[in-house]
């Protein structure tokens, strides 16, 4: 009889450390499930850190490039006005300067061409003399 009572508790133990060992197992797979996860989040996060820091980078340049844009453009319509202030001293520079000129007659013929003694003419002058 105790041998049969020492079998049955060699069996219950048997038991509870197969029961054991396979709870082992199976944690000490999700642990390492759960810890390759975490090293893999860890790696995706800097890498998302990595990027943000690249995009944060490309903002301020792109930043940088709109303000000095802006300073260009504020040169620009300085430039502008200059140049608009000159054009209306110009202008009313030829004003003055064309009011006090003779009016031109451009519509007149222009004089005729003469011939000078002893002066060679090509066919061409000639006719050009002739009309």
């Not at 009572?5 to 029961?19: D, H, K, N, P, R």
Request: proline share 4%; glycine share 6%.
């Amino acid at each position: 009889m105790i041998t049969l009572v020492f079998l049955i508790l060699c069996l219950i133990l048997a038991g509870a450390t197969y029961w054991m060992y396979r709870v082992q197992a199976a944690t000490k797979g999700a642990l390492l499930a759960a810890t390759r996860k975490i090293a893999f989040d860890e790696a995706r996060l800097t890498h998302v850190k990595q990027r943000g820091q690249a995009a944060e980078r490309r903002c301020m340049q792109a930043l940088a490039n709109v303000q000095a844009a802006i300073a260009h453009a504020d040169q620009a319509m300085e430039i502008a006005g200059q140049i608009e202030s000159v054009g209306e001293q110009v202008r009313a520079i030829f004003d003055h300067v064309g009011a006090e000129l003779p009016a031109l007659d451009y519509v007149t013929a222009p004089p005729a061409l003469t011939v000078h003694p002893g002066y060679q003419t090509t066919p061409f002058h000639k006719e050009a003399l002739a009309s």
